[in-house]
């Protein structure tokens, strides 16, 4: 149940992105989001006397902040310039796979080639998807997707496994602490020269992205997969696309045709499927 509140969560980070970047750089959204995130988070860990972590432990939170308080946020607000936010929804399908995979790469377990096969199928999948809504060519918005995709895969189970060790929330507050140092130069930069021309709902979508999307939900999320394992809990991510394209179509107005909804379907599928691959522990 906490993987699927974080996801729903998650799954309105597109939509949201895509309101407030008409208005706003997209670098400016990916670190400005964050940079508001860590002054909640630094409020957090002072109020509750969080101890600091160890020097392992900043190591890996580094990761986690390279991750999802840098990587998934630049590269999804990017990618939001250029292509509708139930195009991005559909690609990030693989994401509940790519993050099961970064959960075997850095644990003890070792998938069969049955594991593989299905994998490969649906990042096929996505790859038609693209070329066939990019005229026939990979949008460049695609690579900043996969970006977002391996930032967010790789944030999410070292994320996982460290929230074992010193709390689901206090890792993202962590790491958004830890970033704050390195972002905030960029974020001013970037910053626009006004905000009179951002609508209401720009605000509030930026909102959003600032204290949702890249805290609060990361503290069921990141409780949830500490809780049922990583593996198992980041398929309830295979609900992420059909939030977000739903989102898509209640607040953008985006047409959903049947080929999106036929991918979607299919992504899910072979991640489902390739879930139920047996996968045997490292001797």
Known sequence: ML????????????????????????????????VLAALFAAILLFWFRQKIPSKHQISKLFVVALGVVV???????????????SHGGVVLGILPLATALVSVLIGNERPGISFWLVSAFGSGLVILYSLLKGSGGMHI????????IISAAVGYAVGARL??????????????VLAFPFIIAPAIYYAPTSLLNVTVAGYASFLYLALVSQLFAFFVWYKGLALGGIARVS????????????????????????QTVLIVVLVVGSVWLGKRMPIRQKI
Not at 10 to 34: E, K, Q
Not at 71 to 85: E, N, R
């Open 163 to 176: 929230s074992k060790e010193i709390g689901g929330w206090q890792v993202i507050c962590w790491a958004l």
């Open 3 to 34: 993987g699927i509140i974080g996801v729903s969560a998650f799954g309105l980070t597109l939509p949201a992105t895509r309101i407030v970047v008409p208005y706003l750089d997209p670098v400016f959204i990916g670190l400005g989001r964050a």
């Open 71 to 85: 990587g998934f946020p630049v590269f999804s607000s990017w990618a939001m310039q250029y292509v509708p936010a």
């Open 235 to 258: 398929q309830a991510q295979l609900l992420q696309p059909f939030v977000t394209l739903f989102a898509s179509g209640l607040f953008l107005g985006e047409i959903i045709d049947t």
């Open 141 to 148: 918005a695609d690579v900043a997707l996969l970006g977002a």
